[in-house]
């Protein structure tokens, strides 16, 4: 996450001097101005021996840091220090270093340092990676995304835990959760969009898919209005630009949702505007740079494994359909 600050960011260092630093294995790696800290639940002993945080090579967390894009590209473990030129740094919310987070006591976390940590540098946010790291801190049970406790102005996030340990938890929903970081901290702004929530005659929905280097997804047709355009001027534009639509009746708002992400150049995220759209029966086919259109019945939207984000809400649509 390569922002306006990043210059000054390159010749931070970790600080050591301005907070006390019980015994680690792994050293903090902090320093000022940064957009996001990570703070992790406690070494691990393959981090221990590499004196780096996250080194477990079954460990989705730099992985993830570059499918969110907070990092321009894939960073070993053992480059944890260049991450501060990409405005961001690691700590962890216990320093003691133990088999599993299940062997760690109460009094190994300390508040009143990561308390310290958002006064000394002033992080824009604190992202915990995993509801451990939150809860062995501030003995409550958090949520995941924004929490409503803040350190003065630095706000609080929470993360899946990247641990092999949460293999149970998909990999896109690790990738969701750390996208909305990554556009939450970026401080860009949010783009305006349209899409289509598209019935036919039977009540089906019909569906996008496209895909990435780390992910695959399907979504409504439509994306972002252009400066000056209504919302119906985009949606006939971008129905005419993807499925060669020109002829539908578009019906009322069905529901409107923020997502961030730092998926479109300039942009931290985008509000779509998803309207009903009734069209006649016809071969759904592509003609943009999606891989597939398919059209899909309600009972079939909940078993797609890489499903829309807004799947609830669109299933609600469907059902009022």
């Known amino acids: 996450m390569n922002t306006s600050g990043a210059a000054s960011r390159s010749g931070s260092t970790t600080g050591s001097s301005r907070i006390p630093k019980p015994p680690s294995a792994v050293p903090d790696v902090l320093g000022p101005g940064l957009a996001a800290v990570f703070c992790g639940i406690n070494p691990g002993r393959v981090s221990a021996a590499a004196q780096a945080h996250f080194a477990n090579p079954r460990n989705d967390f730099w992985r993830l840091l570059h499918a969110a894009r907070f990092t321009s590209r894939l960073y070993d473990p053992s480059e944890q220090f260049e991450v501060l030129k990409e405005g961001i740094g690691i700590t ?17 976390f300390d508040a009143s340092r990561i308390e310290e940590v958002a006064r000394a540098y002033r992080p824009a946010w604190i992202g915990f990676v995993g509801k451990e790291a939150y809860r062995g801190l501030f003995n409550e049970r958090p949520e995941l995304g924004v929490q409503e406790r803040t350190l003065g102005d630095t706000r609080l996030f929470v993360l899946p835990s990247t641990s092999p340990a949460n293999a149970a938890v998909p990999w896109r929903v690790r990738l969701h959760w750390f996208q909305e970081l990554a ?25 996008l898919r496209y895909g990435g280097e780390h992910d695959t997804w399907w979504i409504t047709p439509g994306g972002g209005a252009e400066a000056g355009e209504t919302d119906e001027q985009a949606l006939r534009r971008e129905l005419r630009e993807e499925l060669g639509l020109d002829d539908f009746e578009i019906g009322p708002l069905a529901f409107e949702r923020l997502r961030y992400f730092l998926g479109e150049p300039g942009y931290g995220g985008q509000t779509n505007r998803s309207y009903v759209v009734r069209v006649p029966a016809f071969e759904a086919r592509v003609i943009s740079e999606a891989e597939e259109a398919r059209w899909f019945a309600l009972d079939e939207l909940d078993d ?14 469907l059902g009022e359909a």
């Open 183 to 207: 556009g939450r901290a970026s401080g860009l702004p949010i783009r305006r969009g349209v899409r289509a929530v598209v019935f036919d005659p039977d009540g089906r929905i019909l569906l």
């Open 92 to 108: 962890n919310a216990a320093y003691r270093t133990t088999p599993g987070s299940g062997d760690l006591r109460r009094g190994d």
């Open 304 to 317: 797609v494994p890489t499903s829309p984000y807004d799947l609830d809400e669109l299933l609600s649509s």
